[in-house]
């Protein structure tokens, strides 16, 4: 092999590998940084809860509620929607009300991955003063994502009596 085709071989192969990790970290993670967009009353609610504690009075215990919240690139109500952050949230721990378990399918709908999903699945505690980041695991997806794991980190970003506005980082890994 010649020093110049050598070195040809060697341009391609850095171009290459530049297109295929854009928006990658280096060990081949995807990183992505979205936020959900959830309202809890009116004609136009994302979430609602489907039963109540079978406890009884103040206990929260036993909820069920679910969800189809708007997906948006940014913070804000007008920036781009992307997808769907659908799923179920359960109440399922005894000693605090702001624990819950999830599973939440985010949909994408529009841009880079639209027709994908992803899954996760886990549980959200945000801390005793509710500014805790909850993790959950990313445990599958289609689409671009096939076969992806990761995790996720989500965040309280604003809220309101009747909406809320959620940071979410996915860092998600695919073998395909």
Do not use: W
């Not at 967009?37 to 009884?56: D, M, R, Y």
């Not at 721990?93 to 999830?102: N, P, R």
């Not at 993790?135 to 989500?154: D, K, N, P």
């Amino acid at each position: 092999m010649t020093a110049t085709t050598f070195c040809l071989l060697a341009a391609i192969l850095a171009a290459t590998t530049g297109t295929l990790a854009a928006g990658a970290g280096d060990d081949g993670t995807t990183h992505l940084h979205l936020y959900i967009h959830e309202t809890f009353s009116g004609a136009n609610a994302t979430a609602v809860h489907v039963t109540a504690s079978p406890l009884g009075g103040n206990s929260t215990y036993g909820t069920l509620s679910v969800f189809d919240d708007e997906l948006r690139q940014g913070s804000d109500a007008a920036s781009q929607l992307v997808g769907r952050a659908q799923g179920i949230t359960m109440q399922t721990d005894l000693q605090s009300s702001g624990v819950f378990s999830t599973l939440l399918t985010v949909v994408f709908t529009n841009g880079d991955y639209k027709g994908s999903t992803l899954v996760l699945n886990g549980r959200v505690d945000f801390g005793p003063d509710g500014k805790a980041a909850a993790e959950r695991a990313v445990v599958g997806g289609t689409g671009r994502f096939r076969l992806a794991r990761g995790y996720s980190l989500m965040s309280k970003f604003g809220a309101t009596s009747s909406t809320a506005v959620l940071k979410l980082d996915l860092y998600v890994k695919t073998d395909v």
